[in-house]
């Protein structure tokens, strides 16, 4: 019969502790093939007297593994989240305030599996996750126009490019020139109206603009051809201003109220052109 670390024999048994503490167990055979024991029941009680030894000294060892373990884990430095006192949530976890919810979600399951051993890092990871999620779904509630988004938009348009690419800024000196010349146009026009409109002073804004457009381009087809388009376009721009958009002006009064606020409209944008048209 075989016993595992039990030796034994027809007249006595002992049992013996395994050599080398709780190594692998050897099969060992002492007794003959041939014998036959007469009285099982001690047999069976050294089988489980030997195996409850066996398993107390596992029981042992296990617990002393764990607590080695357990040591070592405490005793080790767990990573701190470097972000972790950030007031933004989107710069604690590291996004940019127009990441989708897939970059959130994936923002915050890598941070958490990073930091898991350090509860305040998750700990604040969660709570900068929980207000993104709220601010998220506070604004598809409340949707807003986001204005410098929307002026960037319109910059950034072929139509805006086009025409932005035909002007630049010229020296101080052709700004100040410029501003005075039409500023005492605009004086002239509301001090002075007459029963026929501003007519002279429209015709000295269109000759300055000629004249300023010519000194900057030394050109005077293009002088004129310049000149002529912008003081239609002002006009018609001020006229549509004033019957759709802009209500009556109350320091402006008479008949010809509407051609004086007109005529300063067309000043204006006369002056844009003369001054920054390239």
Known sequence: MSVYGLTGCPSRCCLRTPVGGLGPLKRVSALPSSWKPKDKIAVTCLERYYWLG?????????????????????????????RINVRDPFKRLGISREASEDEIQAA??????KYAGHKPSVDAIESAHDKIIMQKFYERKNPKIDMKKKVREVRQSRVVQAVMSRFQTP??????KTSIA????????????????????????????????????????????????AFIFSWLLGTFLMV??????????GLRSFEVTTSLITYVLLWVSSTYLK
Not at 108 to 113: A, H, P, S, V
Not at 171 to 176: F, G, P, R, S
Request: charged share 15%; with cysteine; aromatic share 10%.
């Open 108 to 113: 915050r399951y890598f941070l958490i599996q």
């Open 182 to 229: 039409f500023i005492v146009l605009g004086v002239l026009t509301v001090l002075f109206p007459t029963e026929e409109g501003p007519t002279l002073q429209v015709a000295l804004s269109l000759i300055a603009t000629i004249y300023f457009i010519h000194e900057r381009l030394k050109s005077k087809l293009r002088a004129f051809l310049y000149s002529a388009g």
């Open 171 to 176: 020296y101080t000196k052709i700004i100040i």
């Open 244 to 253: 759709s958009v802009i209500p009556p002006i109350p320091l402006i009064k």
């Open 54 to 82: 066996s398993a107390q000294g596992c029981n042992k060892q296990r617990t002393h593994m764990i607590k080695c373990t357990m040591g070592a884990s405490s005793n080790g430095s767990a990573d701190i989240f470097p």
